[in-house]
T-cell receptor, first 113, second 111 residues
Framework: ETGVTQSPTHLIKTRGQQVTLRCSSQSGHNTVSWYQQALGQGPQFIFQYYREEENGRGNFPPRFSGLQFPNYSSELNVNALELDDSALYLC????????????FGPGTRLTVL | AQSVAQPEDQVNVAEGNPLTVKCTYSVSGNPYLFWYVQYPNRGLQFLLKYITGDNLVKGSYGFEAEFNKSQTSFHLKKPSALVSDSALYFCAVRARHIPTFGRGTSLIVHP
């Protein structure tokens, strides 16, 4: 098991609501990335945070936002939830080198009704 | 834009036989290539990566992968499959801090 933890494990929301997902990095890691994995698909990169700044973003709308805290833990916020936001949300931590291995948490399963 | 293709949705192999899971990629510049494995309702586990140097990379659980620059491929291999290897396998490429994953290949190892 990696040292990356995520909370909550499961979450059910209704369309239009807002949600916050949390991630604690593995010790020694200063970079956090978030991914969305829809059923039967590979993980889609949402964004990456390094030293509390976003330094990479995938093709996701602004209603997906994040934070990284001084202890390198992170939050993913999604506003105005849509049915298609239902997915497994994965957090991964690493060092800041581009070739660094990312270590994934177990994920948060979000269901939007 | 960079991309990763895993042309097989599913690979079936008998226990004890060699296995190959295919991956091709498209990226500008020199890529960093990764393989991850995912078990049901779990996050991804790192298997191996190619950064530079020897084209044959050895990783966890007896897996290895061969980087082929001319064919832009990074196929995952194992000499002798185990039933416990049955899982979902993802190839990923990383360039300019943007990671891209393939759709995944379901490996089924039959006893």
């Amino acid at each position: 098991e990696t040292g990356v933890t995520q909370s909550p494990t499961h979450l059910i929301k209704t369309r239009g609501q807002q949600v916050t997902l949390r991630c604690s990095s593995q010790s020694g890691h200063n970079t956090v990335s978030w991914y969305q994995q829809a059923l039967g698909q590979g993980p889609q990169f949402i964004f990456q945070y390094y030293r509390e700044e976003e330094n990479g973003r995938g093709n996701f709308p602004p209603r997906f936002s994040g934070l990284q805290f001084p202890n390198y833990s992170s939050e993913l916020n999604v506003n105005a939830l849509e049915l298609d936001d239902s997915a497994l949300y994965l957090c991964a931590s690493s060092t800041d080198r581009e070739e660094a291995t990312q270590y994934f948490g177990p994920g948060t399963r979000l269901t939007v009704l | 834009a960079q991309s990763v293709a895993q042309p097989e949705d599913q690979v079936n192999v008998a226990e004890g036989n060699p296995l190959t899971v295919k991956c091709t990629y498209s990226v500008s510049g020199n890529p960093y290539l990764f393989w991850y494995v995912q078990y049901p309702n779990r996050g991804l586990q790192f298997l191996l990566k190619y950064i530079t140097g020897d084209n044959l990379v050895k990783g966890s659980y007896g897996f290895e992968a061969e980087f082929n620059k001319s064919q832009t491929s990074f196929h995952l291999k194992k000499p002798s499959a185990l039933v416990s290897d049955s899982a979902l396998y993802f190839c990923a490429v990383r360039a300019r801090h943007i990671p891209t994953f393939g759709r995944g290949t379901s490996l089924i190892v039959h006893p």
